[in-house]
């Protein structure tokens, strides 16, 4: 059965999505604990328009549910967003919305750090204003005097948290930044991401902890979709699956600069016809996220697709 979606203001839900399946989604109705199944398959209102999404509800949307049913999604005040996998045509998938932080979970190694997702991940939080904490967790695999590749970040305005999951090293301190938030947690495979969570939650039968693979050297998958679980002091956590990319789908060419915020302050230094390519003069070349821009750069198509369409369900 089909119904009309609406989009509500955030004071008319009654319910916060909890998790997400094959048309239903799990709920948590205002004032109850235990989340409930209910039917999510919607339709936009004749004539309007919505970007085409993988689904038409995501985890932390605000609902509304009447009898069993999605009836309207809140106003999102924000949204996680990446270029939904595995599809032919740009879709957006959604992975979470109305967030307070996102922590970007990597590894000190085990696998080794890679820059790359991490500042894709960082870009696509700072399009919607996303606080985001840098967590390099299995510090307690560093060597002595081994080069940190995330130093630089600081400067950059990001935090960093070092943490150990199996040694318990810097869990006090993140726990104190996410303190009362709603916060989305987001790295790629095999960095302990389920472990750290288990720590946070001080529930050790959360989600399965799978070793890297021999194989690859890259970690396997132990979560299969985004899931909304309260946490201490009033806090509440997403998790996301371990991803091995993370396509950015919501900008433009001519506006991923101004998401490397010190590139961009460095680019004032520049000439105007200066592209920020080969020029010899360039003021970004030789800064630390310099690389990983340009990498960032060339995935963005220069003709964006649109993923817009008159309805969705």
Same mark, same amino acid.
Request: charged share 25%; glycine share 8%; proline share 6%.
């Given at each position: 059965?089909?119904?009309? &979606? ?20 799990? +709920? ?11 039917? @999510?398959?919607?339709? &936009? ?11 038409? #509800?995501?985890?932390? *949307? ?36 109305? +967030?307070?932080?996102? +922590?970007?979970?990597?590894?000190? $190694? ?8 991490? *500042?894709?991940?960082? #870009?696509?939080?700072?399009? /919607? ?17 081994? /080069? ?11 935090? #960093?948290? !070092? ?9 006090? *301190? ?12 987001? =790295? ?20 399965? #902890? ?9 970690? $396997? ?40 915020? !010190? ?5 004032? /230094? ?14 970004? $070349? =030789?800064?630390?996220? @310099? ?20 309805? @969705?369900?």
């Amino acid at each position: 059965m089909r119904r009309c &979606a609406r989009e509500l203001p955030a004071a008319e839900g009654n319910a916060t999505v909890a998790e997400i399946f094959p048309n239903r989604a799990a +709920v948590r109705a205002d004032g109850e604990t235990a989340p409930s199944l209910c039917e @999510y398959r919607m339709i &936009a209102p004749a004539g309007e328009r919505r970007p085409r999404e993988r689904s038409p #509800v995501c985890v932390g *949307d605000r609902v509304r549910v009447e009898a069993g049913v999605i009836v309207g999604r809140g106003a999102r005040r924000n949204r996680l967003t990446r270029c939904a996998p595995n599809s032919r045509d740009p879709l957006l998938h959604v992975i979470a919305a109305n +967030v307070d932080c996102l +922590v970007v979970v990597a590894a000190a $190694r085990e696998p080794e750090f890679t820059a790359g997702i991490v *500042d894709r991940f960082l #870009v696509a939080a700072h399009t /919607q204003d996303i606080r985001s904490i840098l967590c390099v967790n299995k510090a307690d695999l560093l060597e002595p005097g081994r /080069q940190r590749p995330w130093s630089h970040y600081p400067s950059a305005g990001v935090m #960093v948290v !070092e943490t150990s999951a199996r040694e318990g090293l810097g869990l006090a *301190d993140l726990s104190e930044l996410i303190r009362g938030k709603t916060t989305v947690f987001c =790295g790629h495979s095999g960095v302990g991401k389920t472990s750290l969570l288990r720590r946070l939650l001080g529930d050790e039968n959360y989600g399965r #902890v799978h070793a890297i693979s021999e194989k690859s050297g890259m970690g $396997r998958h132990t979560t299969s979709g985004a899931v909304l679980m309260p946490g201490p002091h009033g806090a509440s956590f997403i998790d996301t699956p371990g991803v091995t990319n993370f396509g950015l789908i919501e900008i433009t060419p001519d506006g991923l600069l101004a998401h490397f915020p !010190e590139l961009h302050a460095a680019a004032e /230094q520049c000439g105007e016809d200066c592209t920020h390519d080969e020029e010899p003069a360039c003021a970004l $070349r =030789g800064l630390s996220r @310099y690389a990983s821009y340009r990498a960032t750069l060339s995935s963005i198509p220069a003709e964006k697709k649109s993923y817009e369409s008159d309805d @969705y369900e």
